[in-house]
């Protein structure tokens, strides 16, 4: 299998480090240490850390109260190091060489790459930028055939922030389980992260396959710890075949602090909602000297946007000249399927930091950049 850097990641080094001005990331801001501790039972202690192997599958434990949120069994649902395992054990077991892979686009870089790098026909259901268009079902029947093994979706969206709501997946649902061998992937990495979800795909659908971590609603990524759930058995046991061989196991203190944490996940995500919530509104307060330069909306979920600079099309040229020229570190557009355009995150837990970045990133007013500027990134 051959795969290509990802130009997302490779602008991430070269660009982020160092930045004053971080409006570069996709979620609330990693959850410090001290919080953490605060949020662990009075009794914890380091000694209490376990540093052997997990069962491959995953605590027993917690794959129990994963899975009883979405209605499930502990036997449906296995613990992955952090939903970019999940997702290639899932494209692994489901893919092979003359099937097709069909995907909401743009989609995380991995899907596309590891499906090709595997021999497997790649089919894009493109969607519009704006969030709030209605998305074209029809466009997507028409890239569905006998050959369809996975259809994957990605809502809450990265970086549209778009929501695919419930009678839609319902109805994307009903059209993949009319296929013989068909199962339909849901990235809901960001659900939660923001009031008001749908619930999970595999409350739709036996064959839908949903794909968790600890990263956003939770603010844990560095726990690395991740999850795939399935109402079809045989699903899982195939996932968790290549989860043997990508990772065997996932971390056992990962798994004890998310033990430690349950208990206190409701208040944890009340807090992440009411940061984002306010975050939004000090965006919405920035928007009239942003939109001197640059056309945004309000996103309808998340913490990040896309903004469509008046400059010039060469978003890579303007992002650097944001960083270099303004300190500010954001996105280009490329690199996630929307060229011209610009990401920007405002998952800050600190409002100051979060108002200078705007106001640097407000008064720019990048100059015309001209097509040259575009560098290739490998």
């Known amino acids: 299998m051959q795969l290509t850097s990802p130009s997302l990641e490779d602008w991430f080094n070269r660009y982020q480090g160092g930045a004053r001005h971080q409006l570069g990331g996709t979620m609330i801001e990693s959850l410090p240490g001290s919080r953490l501790a605060s949020l662990l039972p009075p009794d914890w202690s380091a ?14 434990t917690l794959r129990r109260v994963l899975a009883a949120e979405d209605g499930l069994d502990a036997d449906q649902l296995i613990l992955t190091s952090g939903a970019t395992e999940a997702n290639a054990a899932v494209l692994f077991a489901l893919l092979e060489p003359g099937t097709n892979l069909v995907l909401q686009d743009p989609l995380y870089y991995q899907f596309a790459g590891l499906a090709a790098g595997l021999g497997v026909e790649v089919r894009r259901w493109t969607l519009s930028a704006d969030p709030f268009a209605p998305p074209d079902l029809e466009s997507l029947w028409a890239l569905l055939d006998a050959r369809t093994r996975v259809v994957v979706l990605n809502t809450p969206h990265n970086p549209t922030g778009r929501i695919l709501c419930g009678e839609t997946l319902a109805a994307i649902a009903r059209k993949v389980e009319a296929l013989p061998e068909a199962y339909l992937l849901v990235d809901e990495i960001y659900r939660g992260v923001t009031p008001g979800f749908n619930p999970s795909i595999v409350t739709l659908s036996a064959r839908g396959i949903a794909v968790n971590s600890l990263s956003k609603r939770w603010s844990l990524p560095g ?8 109402a079809d058995k045989r699903v899982i046991a195939r996932v968790l075949a ?17 033990e430690w944490l349950w208990p206190e996940r409701e208040a944890l995500w009340a807090e992440n909602q009411a940061i984002a919530l306010r975050n939004l509104k000090l965006f919405e307060n920035a928007l009239p000297r942003l939109n001197s330069w640059a056309s945004v909306e309000l ?8 903004i469509w600079p008046r400059a010039g099309q060469d978003d890579q040229a303007i992002a650097r000249h944001l960083r270099e020229v303004h300190d500010v570190f954001v996105v280009p557009g490329s690199c996630l399927g929307y060229p ?8 800050h837990r600190d409002a100051g930091r979060l108002q200078a970045a705007l106001a640097a990133l407000s008064g720019a007013r990048p100059p015309l950049m001209p097509s040259s500027g575009r560098e290739v990134l490998a």
Do not use: D, K, N
């Open 340 to 347: 011209g355009a610009l990401r920007i995150g405002y998952g």
């Open 299 to 306: 996103p309808p979920s998340g913490v990040m946007t896309l």
């Open 47 to 60: 000694a209490l850390l376990e540093t052997g192997y997990t069962s491959t599958p995953g605590s027993e």
């Open 242 to 258: 290549w989860h043997e061989h990508l990772s065997c196991s996932v971390s056992r203190m990962s798994e004890q602090m998310l």
């Open 223 to 230: 726990l690395r710890l991740g999850w795939a759930a399935c």
